[in-house]
């Protein structure tokens, strides 16, 4: 019987809390668009305007987000699945196959078939550690 309590407490836990987006809508160079957040390994600053970032997706493509910054994308993306890993990234925690003190190899390579590094830079160490370390 209490093993029934302690289920039927944890399911309306459950319930109780708010639902997560799974994704969001925005602007892109082709128009609106649908980010589903499980398909993003890497954000990061676009080479041609700063103001937009390119999102580098599990499939190889990449979006080209318009005139959004890191903050705002911050309030957007899940916390607990994404980490800004210096001034110009933010990565998915899943897309990591290692780290140093100073380095992220992602799981996922260049057109080169090398494995995508990003750097990470002392200011958004800890939290990057705080993250993966749970």
Not at 3 to 14: I, T
């Amino acid at each position: 019987m209490e093993r029934l309590q302690k289920a039927v407490g944890k399911a309306v836990e459950q319930f109780r809390k708010p639902a997560v987006n799974r994704f969001a809508p925005f602007n892109t160079d082709k128009g609106k668009a649908l980010l589903y957040f499980n398909r993003i390994i890497l954000v990061r600053t676009a080479v041609q305007d700063s103001r937009d970032k390119e999102v580098l997706l599990q499939d190889g493509q990449v979006m080209l987000l318009k005139n959004i910054s890191f903050d705002a994308l911050s309030e957007v993306l899940p916390p607990n699945g994404f980490c800004r890993v210096n001034k110009k990234e933010i990565l998915a925690l899943s897309a990591i196959r290692f780290f140093s003190h100073d380095e992220i190899t992602l799981q996922a390579t260049d057109k080169n078939g090398k494995p995508i590094t990003v750097g990470l830079s002392e200011k958004y160490r800890p939290d990057f550690l705080e993250k993966v370390n749970g």
